[in-house]
């Protein structure tokens, strides 16, 4: 199993930006999918999941702001992230978790600065 993360980038304070991350290989299709991110000096912490059955989580930090969504047919996941803020610059990790079974993608970075 491989996960491709795309998007990322830098926005302003108070922008959008969204992130994607496409899984392949064989995957067993109960499997909750999830955005994780790690800012500098920090460790890594839960942004939001989703599950097959499309039931969603949210870390209390970005609750309201951030939209988590998946494409079940294409394996993929989705982070719409709105109202963006300084500390929400980090890098964003999609993950995958099957069974027992975790999988990480590369990581891709969020920057949110004027």
């Known amino acids: 199993v491989q996960l491709q993360a795309s998007g990322g980038g830098l926005v302003q304070p108070g922008g959008s930006l969204s992130v994607s991350c496409a899984a392949s290989g064989k995957i067993f299709r109960l499997n909750v999918m999830g955005w994780y991110r790690q800012a500098p000096g920090k460790q890594r912490e839960l942004v939001a999941t989703v599950t097959s059955y499309g039931s969603t989580n949210y870390a209390d930090s970005v609750k309201g702001r951030f939209t988590i969504s998946r494409d079940n047919v294409k394996n993929t996941v989705y982070l719409q992230m709105s109202s963006l803020k300084p500390d929400d610059t980090a890098v964003y990790y999609c993950?995958?978790?099957?069974?027992?079974?975790?999988?990480w993608g590369q990581g891709t970075l969020v920057t949110v600065s004027s």
């Open positions: 993950n995958l978790r099957v069974l027992k079974n975790v999988y």
